[in-house]
């Protein structure tokens, strides 16, 4: 990973190569630099990011939280769609504001009023309220099967409300049944994030959960139930 600071209309961007992972607190040393500094309004630019996985998230979540605590800005510019995507399913989407062209990232410092998300969704996500049934996949002879709510659904994942979350990249058996649909719906999962009491109180506690597989009837199943179901929100100016 290589990262990068350059300097544009009072506003520090940060440009970042390769994949943010568990190897990547440079990012979280270079923002506290920042900080430290006095320079609060801050883009981290991931136009060449290749991937981020899930320590990955927890680097941007400290870097972010950091700006926060000095009562600074953080936008994110030109976000990958699978990077997107994992952001939806962990409802990280509700907390990162996101451009895709550097010029409006760089005004949206300057403009009054609220701060907005903006958002530029491939995939549709619904919020919804259904029950899932989940234990862990592994060598246990009969695994404790834990009854939940989903918040959130996409073709992605499941975002689970529950204080029974288990641990960051175990592997999950899911069950759900899919309002209107009299099958139950099972598919294979990953925990690819813990809610973050600070940053997420509205879905706390609970875990978002990426699909691993999904059969093409079934992804199909859930993607036309939200296609027929989804609130389509405006694009903020």
Known sequence: MAVRIREESGISIIDIDGKIDINSSEIVEMVGWLVNSG???IIMNLENVDIVDYNGLSILTIAYKNILNHKGKLKLLNVPTSVAE???VVKLDLIFETYTDEEAAIKSFYESGIEKLHL???FQRLDIHMSVKYKMIGDHKKPK???AQVLNMSAA???IYTKSTLPMNTLLDLEFNIPGSHASLEATGRVSWIADKELQPHAYPGMGV???HLT???ERAIVDFIDKNVTHRADEP
């Open 145 to 147: 099967v834990f009854e």
């Open 86 to 88: 994992m952001f939806k």
């Open 157 to 159: 994942g499941l975002y």
């Open 39 to 41: 320079k609060l309004n």
């Open 120 to 122: 530029r969704r491939k």
């Open 210 to 212: 990426s699909f691993t």
């Open 216 to 218: 093409p009837e079934k």
